[in-house]
């Protein structure tokens, strides 16, 4: 299994924001920046020039969002569309009525000013009764039947789901969890806090990037549970046309229907504290052999790191793990050599926490003790939950080595079996 | 009563009624709203 | 004595600052209104600028996502609440009596009292801002500007209770400023001038009043519910006791859409004006704008929650919401028409005013029908919260209100002053303004098209081009306000004499005072036929 | 400044600082003010929802209806806290019973709250709960685990549109 990458928890910047303006541009990355921005001008003329200069034919290439890959992003693109047409076309043709009125009717070339204050005649009341009329007739039924048959279609109940996805959101990642198969992952960003602050060149999936992605069948109606733990999140797939709010404690669904294989990248939608930006939705739709194989294989994963848990393992074994895991989960906050960061985040070597129970003569998780720490994390601070994202025999390794490291000499261990036991 | 005074009695009792608006739909949003709304999820 | 007989007793106005102090002239308070709403535009101009200099390329360069998230907060809190509002309530101070000939609004000394409650309330949200550059606190409130988010885990610290704080006073003041305003439109007209017969201006400012009166009082006790759940211990949004984070946005946005309607309503009233006077003609269809902005005002009350349609409403309440809102663009497009009719067959002059007018019919327009397309919920999936929706409405917010209020100063300019401004330097202001307003915000529909969110300090590399003009346009945008102070303080300073009538076809008892006008009008009551 | 607008000017300062001292005191006044009106009206949950008997309700044996469960717990819970099954079908009007499974592996006795959830959300009307651990509080002994029943009927009056219902339970901390 893949452990959780670098977050937004790591980077010390953000921590420490009193100190805001941190000069830290290059040159070499702006000038990568000017080279992807010249990449993309032509289209931002190409753009300009279809939406001053070409015909409604045209409209359909201005307008376009991602590549909708679901029913419902079909439709709303094509309801999208058309509505701009429209109002494009109201417009272009009330303007060019004000446009013709300033042309002619200026004093400079002569204009006598009329003295009217409203309709006079009957054909004047028509002219000015009939847009009133077609506006009534574009909102209610030209465009609102369409939009009332979206909408149900959106919130389709009548057809049964073939699955159901469970997304749970924190601040700022997004669980996954399959209920029927019993599969379970946290899907954080990907990109490196280097590309971020400039320090590396930016990859081509620059901040749409996570660690693991959520894998989704074609062609199979998926309903989406969505719930948040803290505040309100939204998921959204641009290419999938839906967004839906996950609020703590309530829950809401959507639904997708992939039609086409192929990598789906989207961001959360609602602002939902620092790491905003930083908390994207990686979807990869596969046809269902391919799904069905992945399902197969995480359960045999799974059923492999429960066997691995099963068995007792030696101190060597879990230090040698738990600096595996140390290096790519925690030194980033708590760094290499564990004395962390002040004021930011804690050190471990000498922690009273650390250098402190976790657990007691039963056996049970010592409340805030270290162990405690690890799984359950500490709310309102960068320190998450890791139970949901690593294995018990990472949380064992990783404590053992924690309790074992940096100066700390508790001589203790944990051994997997026990920390599932305590999940 | 002249015009003067019936113009500064109606503008007392109107800044009142107003005031007395306030206060109630400020009361209201305490009160009804929370009651009102669990309709609409 | 009441105090508005009082308040012309005082012949003389005190002399230097105690005069601003003290003034319960609504001269007086319509200028420290306006000049305080200019102040804090740019001081929210400021706070874009930073952010939109964040935004020039992908990658975190100058803030942190924190101090990112304070800064569009306050410009977006700062523009709304303490620039349009209290510029459009210093319009209604120093003309809705001249318009109407009173002496001077219903409730001096509570105008008085309204307009200084301001610079405490600008002062208490930008506090906890500046105070975190010194180590104390987490900064300001970062939540964005209707605090729509549940604010129990998302930012402690001090920040969010300024911003409480400031929302409770600011609903004192506007209610103040709103009761004021009702009661002198109701009450202190010149005899002869039925409602029907009285400036669109006031009307707009009557209707105006009355969405406040009804809106504030929910916004100010979502407020303090927020407040009580944050530190008294309530549970109104706390899910975990049975309160609801849907609730907030429920309280939140039905005083936020009204909101929306309060910072347009008096550049809705003031345009015709402006169009009537450069045309030479009378207004169009003076009764069905009344009729027009009555119905807005009522429809504006029934359609919030389409600030909401992703927040997982039943279906039946998305469809509900959805044709309501559609329905607001019937009267709209009625003052649309209105205002072609204001011009339709007239002798129209281009001055600096008529300009800016046009430029509003223009982009407000343009944010107006894309107003139409976001209720489609199907649609509105997509552009929710994305950076479509922050073109729109900056394209109402800016192309409407800030536009008209730019018509209107340079309309009453040297009404207020007694000099004419620089024409050609106001032209050139209105040229640059409207250029690099459409070079910031044409960029941001394509941006959210292509699926860029809003409210954040990082983007990816797809997003670069247009943001990168974006930014471009906004760095001229600013600058280009400059311009604009040059050309008020100059006209404030001296410039060829006004006469009383301004302009050739202005109309109105305003202009038929001096320019400036005397520091006491109409002690007795003009007569109007 | 003459003498008589002096006197009422202090009478003025007077009057307005007893103002000042009066909200002051009003604002104190408010915490109880507003528990006492939550226990006269029953605002805000406070008096304790009621559960809701089952009617002799009339079974509709053509339909199936399934309902889903799932739960969440609110970071700061070490509890374990997870349905006994994830899925059921049921026919309408059908009374049906199943469990969550709770656990506390801390050495802390603690208690938590669980609060549900109906998905989609206007079905709730028509999901009504017969026996269910959500209206009291959860208290867990160190290393406790418990089972924790859940009785419930889907109403047949339930939309014919409606396949699916999800249940949610989201387990709050309760402190103090």
């Known amino acids: 299994m893949e452990l959780a990458g670098a977050s937004i928890h790591d980077d010390p910047a953000i921590r420490v924001w009193r100190l805001p303006f941190s000069f830290c541009s290059r040159h070499e990355t702006a000038n990568f920046h000017i080279r992807q921005i010249k990449k993309q001008l032509p289209l931002w003329f190409w753009i300009a020039f279809f939406l001053f200069v070409s015909e409604p034919a045209h409209a359909k290439s201005i307008w376009d969002f991602q590549e909708p890959v679901t029913p419902v992003a079909r439709t709303s693109l094509a309801a999208s569309v058309e509505f701009m047409r429209i109002i494009m076309g109201i417009y272009i043709a009330v303007f060019a009525v004000f446009a013709y009125s300033i042309f002619k009717h200026r004093k400079s070339s002569g204009a006598q000013p009329g003295t009217f204050t409203g309709p006079g005649s009957r054909r004047q009341w028509i002219l000015a009764i009939t847009p009133f009329l077609l506006l009534i007739y574009i909102d209610y039924i030209w465009m609102g039947i369409p939009a009332f048959h979206a909408i149900s279609r959106m919130e389709d109940t009548r057809t049964a789901a073939d699955m159901t996805v469970k997304v749970t959101a924190s601040q700022w990642k997004w669980q996954y969890e399959y209920p029927d198969e019993g599969i379970s992952f946290v899907s954080a960003m990907a990109t490196s806090q280097g590309q971020i602050h400039g320090r590396e060149a930016k990859g081509e999936h620059y901040l749409l990037e996570v660690d693991n992605p959520l894998i989704l069948p074609t062609n199979k109606k998926v309903r989406i549970l969505l719930i948040s733990t803290d505040v309100i999140h939204s998921w959204w797939v641009p290419s999938f046309g839906v967004k839906r709010d996950a609020v703590p404690g309530y829950l809401r669904e959507m639904w997708v229907n992939i039609e086409k294989p192929g990598i789906y990248r989207g961001q959360c939608a609602q602002l939902c504290g620092d790491g905003h930006s930083f908390m994207p939705i990686v979807v990869e739709a596969v046809a269902e052999p391919q799904f069905n194989e992945w399902v197969a294989q995480k359960k045999a994963q799974s059923s492999q790191a429960e066997a691995v848990a099963g068995k007792a393992w030696s101190r060597e074994e879990l230090m040698a793990k738990g600096d595996e895991v140390y290096k790519v989960v925690c030194s980033a906050c708590h760094q290499a050599d564990g004395k962390g960061l002040p004021g930011a985040f804690p050190a471990l070597s000498g922690s009273s926490i650390v250098n402190g129970p976790m657990l007691d003569k039963e056996g049970h998780l010592f409340k805030d003790g270290h162990l405690d720490r690890v799984m359950n994390g500490k709310p309102g601070t960068a320190m998450q939950a890791f139970k949901n994202s690593l294995s018990d025999a990472e949380i064992a390794a990783v404590v053992t080595y924690e309790r074992n490291s940096f100066g700390n000499r508790m001589g203790d261990m944990v051994q997997p079996a026990q920390v599932k036991a305590l999940r | ?41 | ?529 | 400044m003459d003498e008589a607008l002096r006197q009422a000017n202090r009478r003025l300062t007077i009057k307005l600082l007893l103002m000042v001292a009066a909200a002051t005191g009003f604002a104190f006044a408010l915490v109880p003010f507003y528990d006492l009106l939550c226990k006269v009206t029953g605002l805000n949950g406070k008096t304790g929802a009621a559960v809701q008997i089952a009617q002799a309700a009339k079974i509709d044996t053509a339909r199936w209806v399934t309902v889903e469960f799932t739960g969440a717990v609110m970071p700061g819970m070490s509890w374990e806290f997870r349905p006994a099954q994830t899925r059921m079908r049921v026919h309408p009007g059908e009374t049906a019973k199943t469990s969550y499974l709770a656990k506390n592996p801390t050495n802390r006795t603690m208690s938590g709250q669980a609060v549900p959830s109906v998905s989609p959300g206007w079905t709730a009307e028509h999901f009504n709960k017969i026996e269910c651990f959500c209206f009291q509080r959860q208290v867990l002994q160190p290393g406790e685990a418990r089972e924790m029943p859940l009785v419930f009927f889907v109403s047949p009056e339930l939309p014919a549109d409606v396949h699916e219902i999800t249940l949610s339970y989201t387990l709050f901390p309760v402190s103090g």
């Not at chain 2, 739909?25 to 009651?35: E, G, M, Q, W």
């Not at chain 3, 997982?312 to 497009?333: D, H, K, N, Q, R």
């Open chain 3, 1 to 529: 004595m009441t105090e508005a007989t009082a308040a012309v007793a005082h012949d003389h106005p005190h002399a230097g600052i105690m005069r601003w102090l003290t003034t319960t002239n609504h001269k007086d308070l319509g200028i420290l209104y306006m000049s305080f709403g200019g102040i804090m535009f740019f001081v929210g101009g400021l706070f874009i600028m930073a952010v939109r200099a964040e935004l020039l390329y992908p990658g975190l360069q100058l803030l942190s996502p924190g101090m990112y998230n304070q800064l569009f907060t306050l410009h977006a809190l700062i523009m709304v609440f303490g620039a349009i509002m209290p510029f459009a309530t210093g319009l209604n101070n120093y003309l809705i009596p001249l318009m109407i000939g009173a002496p001077d609004m219903a409730l001096p000394r509570v105008n008085n009292w309204g307009f200084w409650i301001l610079p405490f309330a600008a002062v208490l949200l930008l506090i906890p801002f500046f105070l975190q550059f010194f180590g104390t606190g987490s900064g300001a409130t970062g939540l964005g500007w209707m605090m729509h988010n549940t604010t129990l885990d998302i930012q402690s610290g001090i920040g969010i209770d300024f911003a409480i704080f400031t929302i409770l006073l600011l609903g004192v003041s506007s209610l103040t400023g709103a009761i004021n305003v009702v009661v002198t439109a109701l009450n202190m007209r010149a005899p002869g001038m039925v409602l029907m017969k009285m400036p669109l201006f006031v009307w707009a400012w009557l209707i105006t009043a009355f969405m406040l009166i009804l809106a504030m009082p929910v916004f100010s006790a979502a407020a303090t519910m927020l407040l009580t759940d944050r530190h008294f211990g309530t549970h109104f949004f706390d899910a975990a006791n049975g309160g609801d984070p849907i609730l907030l946005q429920h309280l939140i946005w039905f005083f936020g859409h009204p909101e929306v309607y309060i910072v347009l309503l008096p550049a809705w009233g003031l345009i015709p004006h402006i169009l009537a006077t450069f045309s030479r003609k009378p207004v169009y269809g003076y009764r069905a704008q009344v009729y027009a902005l009555c119905a807005i005002c009522f429809l504006s009350f029934i359609v919030w929650s389409h600030h909401m349609l992703t927040s997982g409403l039943p279906l039946a309440a998305e469809v509900y919401f959805m044709y309501a809102t559609m329905a607001i663009s019937v009267p709209t497009s009625v003052l649309v028409f209105c205002w072609l009719g204001a011009i339709w067959r007239g002798a129209m002059t281009f001055e600096t005013p008529m300009l800016f007018a046009l430029g509003f019919v223009a982009h407000f327009g343009m944010g107006a029908l894309t107003g139409l397309v976001l209720p489609d919920v199907a649609v509105n999936a997509q552009h929710h919260n994305s950076y479509v929706l922050v073109a729109h409405f900056h394209y109402t917010f800016f192309g409407g209100g800030i536009f008209g209020m730019m018509a209107a100063l340079y309309y009453w300019l040297p009404k207020f002053t007694g000099h004419m401004f620089d024409e050609k330097l106001g032209r050139l202001h209105f040229w640059l303004t409207v250029i690099s307003f459409n070079i910031t915000f044409i960029p941001q529909w394509f941006a959210g098209l292509d699926g860029m969110p809003r409210h954040v300090a990082d983007y990816a590399l797809r997003f670069s081009a247009m943001n990168f003009i974006s930014s471009v346009g906004a760095f001229l945008l600013g600058l280009t306000q400059l311009l604009l102070v040059y050309i008020v303080v100059r006209c404030v300073r001296g410039g060829p004499k006004a006469t009383g009538q301004v302009w050739e076809g202005a109309q109105g008892l305003e202009f038929t005072l001096p320019s400036p006008p005397p520091y006491h009008t109409f002690e007795t009551p003009p007569e109007v036929k």
């Open chain 2, 1 to 41: 009563m002249n015009e003067h005074e019936k113009r500064e009695r109606r503008t007392v009792w109107l800044v009142v009624a107003l005031m007395l608006l306030v206060a109630v739909i400020y009361a209201a949003t305490f009160i009804k709203l929370p009651v009102w709304l669990p309709a609409l999820k």
